[in-house]
């Protein structure tokens, strides 16, 4: 049996990756990421069984780094249990923003009922890569008398469905304003104002005081401007 070479799987995902967010998930073909490495179709499916699989591995990729910032943030040195809480829910935010459209087309492709299972595996690495951390985090600030929870673990667990189910509300928003035709700045104010009203919600669920963690800003504001010309646009 031929011998799989991690460099050459991880420059597939690379690839894919680019792909996806540059022409979206399903407008990118298995032999436009094949061309891009010049690999023979052979190359690709001892890799990955189908292009679904390939898909797999690139939310695997994408949810470690998204928390890639967080997780540097929580590294730093001195900072104190509410500097700490604040980094974890914000350390994420520029990749997540950069990389905005892949992120929403890839929610719109596990929210199909079809894709379920790919769903469930997605939300389940998920919670695998950061619930430990979001435990230790909330479980800081709650000795510290920053946030006001009964349990860091069962809030851990709710804080994450909510995560999860804000992720297919802001693409179902996003699918909505598309069909009312509206500008580009009226779907970013939108858009921006939802986001910012679910940290008002998170600060809530915790007993955190009122904007604590920092919102989106004006660059943020730009960011998401540029992805929306290109949703509205397909």
Same mark, same amino acid.
């Given at each position: 049996?031929?011998?799989?070479?991690?460099?050459?799987?991880?420059?597939?995902?690379?690839?894919?990756?680019?792909?996806?967010?540059?022409?979206? +998930? &399903?407008?990118?073909?298995?032999?436009?990421?094949?061309? #891009?490495?010049?690999?023979?179709?052979?190359?690709? +499916?001892?890799?990955?069984?189908?292009?679904?699989?390939?898909?797999?591995?690139?939310?695997?990729?994408?949810?470690?780094? &998204?928390?890639?910032?967080?997780?540097?943030?929580?590294?730093?040195?001195?900072?104190?249990?509410?500097?700490?809480?604040?980094?974890?829910?914000?350390?994420?935010?520029?990749?997540?923003?950069?990389?905005?459209?892949?992120?929403? #087309?890839?929610?719109?492709?596990?929210?199909?009922?079809?894709?379920?299972?790919?769903?469930?595996?997605?939300?389940?690495?998920?919670?695998?890569?950061?619930?430990?951390?979001?435990?230790?985090?909330?479980?800081?600030?709650?000795?510290?008398?920053?946030?006001?929870? #009964?349990?860091?673990?069962?809030?851990?667990?709710?804080?994450?469905? %909510?995560?999860?189910?804000?992720?297919? +509300?802001?693409?179902?928003? %996003?699918?909505?304003?598309?069909?009312?035709?509206?500008?580009?700045?009226?779907?970013?104010?939108?858009?921006?104002?939802?986001?910012?009203?679910?940290?008002?919600?998170? #600060?809530?669920?915790?007993?955190?005081?009122?904007?604590?963690?920092?919102?989106?800003?004006?660059?943020?504001?730009?960011?998401?401007?540029?992805?929306?010309?290109?949703?509205?646009?397909?």
């Amino acid at each position: 049996m031929t011998r799989k070479d991690p460099n050459r799987k991880e420059k597939i995902i690379e690839t894919a990756i680019h792909l996806f967010t540059e022409k979206g +998930y &399903s407008a990118t073909t298995i032999d436009e990421i094949r061309r #891009e490495l010049g690999i023979s179709k052979g190359a690709f +499916y001892h890799y990955f069984g189908s292009k679904q699989d390939l898909l797999d591995s690139v939310i695997d990729v994408i949810t470690r780094r &998204s928390l890639e910032d967080a997780m540097e943030a929580l590294s730093t040195p001195g900072l104190n249990p509410k500097e700490r809480l604040v980094a974890f829910f914000t350390g994420g935010r520029q990749w997540r923003m950069k990389h905005m459209k892949l992120l929403v #087309e890839t929610v719109g492709l596990l929210y199909r009922p079809k894709n379920a299972l790919l769903f469930m595996k997605a939300f389940n690495r998920n919670v695998e890569l950061t619930r430990p951390m979001m435990i230790k985090v909330l479980r800081e600030a709650m000795k510290d008398g920053i946030i006001s929870i #009964e349990d860091p673990e069962v809030t851990a667990e709710l804080l994450q469905y %909510f995560f999860t189910s804000m992720s297919i +509300y802001f693409f179902k928003t %996003f699918n909505a304003l598309k069909s009312r035709n509206l500008s580009v700045d009226e779907v970013a104010q939108d858009l921006m104002k939802r986001i910012n009203i679910s940290l008002t919600l998170i #600060e809530n669920m915790i007993g955190l005081e009122p904007r604590t963690i920092p919102r989106l800003s004006d660059a943020d504001a730009q960011i998401m401007k540029r992805w929306i010309t290109e949703g509205l646009d397909a």
